[in-house]
């Protein structure tokens, strides 16, 4: 086959699915086959149109008769492109009902024009057959009626000499003909019956079968939402949704059963009484005289098809409509851990196999439960590590500040107590000597502000990496070295030099410490002696003296006084 045929062959395939397609989707199979069978319907009355059309030019003498039914047969193709249209718009029975009817009046107006003819009688049926494929099954008596009208009003019309009268009206007295009118007739409403019980018991297998198909559905999207909701709540509310939704109940929630295992709390329900039910945080004792009651003490479903006669169902208020509950045990590892409980206006509803199928999916969904009520623990349990963690970070940043703080303050007394109130520092020279220096270089100043290693290039010949000095995380001092042109540095040298002044500095600080808790023990020991000789002298001349002389070597005072003079109370 060529590229030509082929594209050809497309082309028409293309031209046939628009044709005979319908770009509404209709959610429920029946619809969506009504209405693909309405549009092929049409399209075959359009092409007998059109071949009736071209056969009348040619059969017809009477211009006015053809210009007649040129005019029936263009309003015709126009009402069935307006039907196309209309269920394209999901209008469905409006446009389908519109097409069965406009064909009956066509057919009917041919036999009225041309006269009766018995053997092509139950061509008046046709609209029956169109009814049963595109029309819910309480149109099919309507269109019957309105056939085997057709028939009698054709038949009188074809035979206006009829000498049988009753009342107002005639009946052929011909026996053949109205042998053929009454067989006719028979033909038709037989033809009823049976498209009428064939279409009901289809659309009931049909409505069955779509019914199966949501709740396969439903039961999906409970497999899906275990696996990916986040929480709890998200879980329930997704899950009662998709059961009202495919069941068509009027209402359904579930309960959890409390830690306690005394009540069984609302925890998801659908429409605005089950907002309400929640607001009010409605729950049910276990065990108690109640549909959910008894399902949770019992672990079996329990089923009231028929609330007017059941002393188990607990009328609610906020749910006024409801005919027939059904309550289904949520249990996992042996224990009920809840209920599904759905409410439908409709008694007698809930049959064994919807019961079966709601058993499965609560089954799933007690899985789903404790998978989530884990998954929640788990994440309780990481808020509150990462609530400690939080708090260990502060108190840990609160101990650096201590220590950053007491570093500093340690070094201050330090300085103080050395009379160091500028510092103490040293520099290298080139000769190798060591001279005691205090000035700060611009880098060193870098490096103490900004508490991180700075390295400068200063010219051609210099290249200058000044370094803090860190006890405990405060900054004490920097060092800087310096190294030739042709000896940059490279971060491994920069790395070791920071190594090693961490240690410097470590040892700077144990140096400290050791300096300052030897001058303690000096002090505690020339306090023990002084206290020992002010104790042991015999007068008050003695321990002034002693006290004086002491504490002024030990403060290094140039001079010092002591007086005694209490105050007169006179004065």
Do not use: C
Not at 297 to 308: H, I, Q, R
Not at 342 to 365: K, N, Y
Not at 514 to 524: D, F, H, I, N, P
């Amino acid at each position: 086959m060529s590229e030509i045929q082929t594209e050809q062959t497309r082309q028409t395939r293309n031209l046939l699915r628009d044709l005979f397609s319908v770009t509404y989707y209709y959610d429920n199979v029946i619809e969506r086959q009504r209405a693909s069978a309405t549009v092929q319907i049409g399209f075959i009355v359009t092409i007998l149109l059109v071949l009736g059309l071209v056969a009348a030019l040619f059969v017809l003498p009477d211009p006015q008769r053809l210009i007649l039914n040129l005019l029936v047969s263009a309003g015709l193709i126009g009402l069935v492109l307006f039907v196309r249209w209309r269920i394209n718009q999901g209008e469905l029975v409006f446009g389908a009902a519109l097409l069965v009817f406009a064909i009956q009046v066509a057919l009917a107006g041919q036999f009225y024009q041309f006269g009766f003819q018995p053997e092509i009688a139950l061509v008046l049926a046709l609209p029956i057959a169109f009814a049963a494929q595109v029309l819910p099954p309480r149109f099919i008596p309507i269109v019957t009626i309105i056939s085997l009208a057709s028939v009698v009003a054709v038949t009188m019309r074809g035979f206006p000499d009829a000498i049988i009268t009753m009342g107002q009206r005639t009946i052929p007295a011909d026996g053949a003909v109205l042998s053929s009118l009454l067989a006719a007739a028979v033909a038709i409403i037989t033809l009823g019956i049976v498209s009428y019980t064939l279409a009901d018991r289809l659309e009931k297998v049909a409505q069955q079968g779509d019914r199966s198909l949501r709740q396969i559905d439903a039961a999906a999207v409970v497999a899906e939402v275990a696996t990916s909701a986040v929480t709890l709540n998200e879980l329930l509310e997704t899950v009662v949704e998709r059961i009202r939704d495919a069941y068509e109940f009027y209402h359904a929630q579930v309960f959890l059963v409390d830690d306690g295992g005394r009540m069984a709390r609302l925890r998801a329900s659908t429409g605005r009484a089950g907002e309400a039910l929640l607001a009010r945080s409605h729950a049910l004792p276990v065990g108690s005289q109640s549909v959910v009651g008894r399902a949770t003490a019992s672990a079996e479903p329990v089923v009231v098809n028929d609330v007017t006669r059941s002393a188990t169902h607990r009328p609610n208020p906020l749910l006024p409509r409801t005919r027939a509950e059904l309550a289904l045990p949520l249990i996992a590892e042996g224990e009920v851990i809840g209920v599904i409980d759905v409410q439908s206006i409709e008694p007698d509803v809930f049959q064994p196999e919807d019961i079966r199928t709601l058993q499965l999916m609560a089954s799933q969904l007690a899985a789903s439960i404790q998978q989530a009520r884990l998954v929640d623990d788990l994440q309780v349990a990481a808020d509150e590590n990462r609530a400690l963690l939080a708090e260990a970070q502060r108190n840990l940043r609160q101990i650096e500040d201590l220590n950053r703080r007491l570093t500093r303050e340690g070094w201050s007394d330090y300085m103080r107590a050395r009379r160091m109130q500028s510092g103490v520092g040293y520099t290298a020279t080139e000769e190798g000597q060591l001279v005691a220096d205090t000035r700060w270089s611009a880098p060193m100043r870098q490096a103490y502000n900004g508490e991180q290693s700075v390295i400068i290039r200063q010219d051609r010949h210099a290249h200058v990496a000044a370094i803090p000095l860190r006890v405990r995380g405060e900054v004490i001092g920097v060092m800087e070295l310096e190294r030739g042109g042709d000896n940059p540095w490279t971060d491994d040298d920069l790395q070791m030099a920071e190594t090693l002044v961490d240690r410097m500095a470590l040892a700077l600080e144990n140096a400290r410490l050791y300096e300052q808790s030897t001058l303690a023990v000096e002090r505690e020991q020339f306090v023990n002696t002084l206290s020992q000789q002010v104790q042991g002298a015999e007068s008050i001349d003695d321990v002034l003296r002693t006290a004086l002389v002491e504490l002024g070597d030990l403060l290094g005072a140039a001079r010092g006084v002591v007086q005694i003079s209490p105050r007169d109370e006179g004065m």
